[in-house]
């Protein structure tokens, strides 16, 4: 009992004893780092300690650490170290507790990153003008898992009430159904969650129990010598761990590698350039990083206990290497942290493109009507929504052009050849009087989306129209990266942080995003999360 009431003490003074990161095979317990706890206990003058006390000031507390000898750490709290008795050593000593408290850090946080790609997924499907029906729950009634089916309905619950995604119906322009990454999301991150729940149960258990040996069975007068000191179901909640965390990175490099190429993104400029993309690539880098993260993400799931070796002389013949696994898992969340974080800058950048781009289609749709109109009031003429949705599509297939000039110019020729053919199908023959209307139309259109195009983009600066279009827990998300981190939208090279003079505070888009990390890793996002999604984190 003196043991523990020491431990407690300490741990309520801020005394922990240093231990090395290696040298654990987590067989016989975690030896190597229990025995500085050991030492600890002893007031052992060669053993480390940190010491941390809340420091206040300026209306804020921090945590100062001092390094020390357990002797000097026991001596300055006032501590009678102990010399320890029969069994307490090796109870202190044989046992998985380094492991486990690794192991449920850890876990607490693949378990935060797996409910946030479901949060990205969600904005991802807003971003590219996704289908809701992806996350219909009729889908996983067919294929009943239970994770997919959770998945399906998070996502669900967090697209309600967004005007980007909606409903496949029949005249959906372009791709009948959305790509992999957002379509299969459900499938994908179901089995992840149902690994995640098992993971869970284990380390729970592994919390709740006695790893001590020999036993002593009180009631039964008797000693087991057995072996629950062995961690392997630890290293088996690891496993599970370091995939879920390979599963989750690889949908995050999907999606967002999908939102910045031009090709694959409906209509958004490439790299998610605010300004000329011939001369900006404001994204292209986190392209780049992205696929770096994953590569490394991906080394880093190999299996742990493909690796172990015979140790003490053949008496450790089998060894869990749980603490080595629960390592890993943890650079694994760090760099799933960063794929998050860059992942979630890219999404608020192609969410604020994505509403100025509607804001200026409606803007232009009222005066391009008006010049429709116009020119062929005599007589019948084919509705113009129909020739509105020809112009929308062109617009964005010429999201590639260099400059607004010229993809106004490709909108408005295409426009063109679109009008004569709905004309000449709605009548006869073409009369002459009716050509010669086809340039001023031409030109028309250009000039109205060239103004429209200004005036627009002008506004959106101003205040941005992004949360109206947003659902309202993808809006949490957005609002708390825009307003309470202060990362404002990419506008290109305005924005680059050179000498030039300019008072404007210019940050690179590393320093951004590392700002976004350090958030997500120092939990200032769990609020606005649990907000977003009712869950409580």
């Known amino acids: 009992m003196e043991v523990i009431e020491l431990l407690v003490q300490a741990l309520n003074l801020g005394i922990t004893p240093l231990i090395p990161l290696r040298g654990s095979i987590s067989a016989s317990g975690d030896l190597s780092p229990l025995a ?79 409910v946030l790609t479901q949060v990205l997924t969600a904005m991802s499907t807003e971003a590219l003008l996704g289908s809701v029906d992806n996350y219909d729950e009729f889908i996983s ?119 910045i190429n031009p090709s694959l993104n409906k209509g958004l400029a490439p790299n998610l350039c605010f300004d000329d993309p011939s001369i900006s690539f404001t994204c292209k880098g986190i392209d780049v990083n992205m696929s770096a993260y994953f590569s490394e993400l991906a080394f880093l799931s190999n299996s742990v206990v493909s690796h172990v070796h015979v140790a003490d002389m053949n008496n450790q013949s089998v060894n869990s290497l749980a603490l080595i696994a629960c390592r890993y898992v943890k650079e694994g969340v760090d760099i799933v942290t960063m794929m998050c974080a860059a992942h979630l800058y890219v999404l608020c950048q192609a969410l604020d493109l994505r509403a100025m781009t509607l804001d200026f289609l409606a803007t232009a749709k009222v005066s391009l009507r008006d010049l429709y109109q116009e020119l062929w009031r005599a007589g019948e003429i084919p509705p113009f929504d129909t020739l509105w949705v020809a112009i929308t599509k062109s617009w964005d297939a010429h999201n590639d052009s260099d400059e607004i000039e010229t993809r106004c110019e490709k909108v408005a020729a295409d426009s063109a050849h679109c009008a004569a053919d709905q004309i000449t199908i709605s009548e006869s023959s073409l009369p002459f009087d009716r050509i010669k209307l086809f340039p001023r139309w031409r030109a028309g259109v250009a000039s109205i989306l060239k103004k429209a195009h200004g005036e627009t983009r002008h506004q959106f600066l101003i205040e941005k129209s992004t949360p109206r279009y947003l659902a309202t827990s993808t809006k949490e998300i957005y609002i708390w990266v825009r307003q309470t981190l202060h990362v404002p939208l990419h506008q290109g090279l305005v924005d680059h942080p050179g000498d030039t003079g300019d008072a404007k505070d210019n940050k690179t888009i590393g320093t951004r995003l590392s700002l976004i990390y350090t958030a997500i890793r120092g939990g200032r996002l769990r609020e606005p999360l649990q907000k977003a999604t009712g869950m409580a984190l």
């Not at 002893?42 to 300026?58: A, K, L, M, T, Y």
């Not at 507790?97 to 935060?112: Q, W």
């Open 141 to 259: 009634q067919c294929r009943p898992h239970p994770g997919q089916r959770e998945v399906a309905r998070n996502i669900r619950g967090f697209l309600a009430g967004t005007m980007l995604a909606e409903r496949t119906h029949v005249h959906r322009q372009g791709l009948a159904q959305d790509r992999y990454a957002l379509r299969t999301a459900p499938q994908w991150l179901g089995p992840v969650t149902e690994d995640l729940l098992l993971a869970n149960r284990q380390i729970t258990i592994e919390l709740n129990s006695s790893t001590d040996n020999p036993l002593i069975d009180v009631a039964g007068d008797r000693f087991h010598h057995g072996g629950n000191f062995q961690a392997a179901s630890i290293t088996s909640a690891m496993e599970k761990a370091k995939t879920a965390l390979v599963m989750l990175g690889r949908l995050l490099v999907s999606q967002c590698q999908e939102i």
């Open 36 to 114: 500085y706890l050991g030492g600890l206990i002893e007031g052992s003058p060669d053993i480390f300690v940190q010491v941390g006390r809340e420091c206040h000031s300026n209306g804020k507390t921090t945590i100062e650490i001092e390094l020390m000898s357990a002797a000097n750490a026991l001596r300055r709290a006032n501590i009678t170290p102990l010399t320890l008795r029969a069994k307490e050593g090796l109870g202190i000593m044989n046992g998985t507790a380094p492991s486990a408290a690794a192991a449920a850090l850890t876990l607490y946080d693949v378990n935060n990153l797996t």
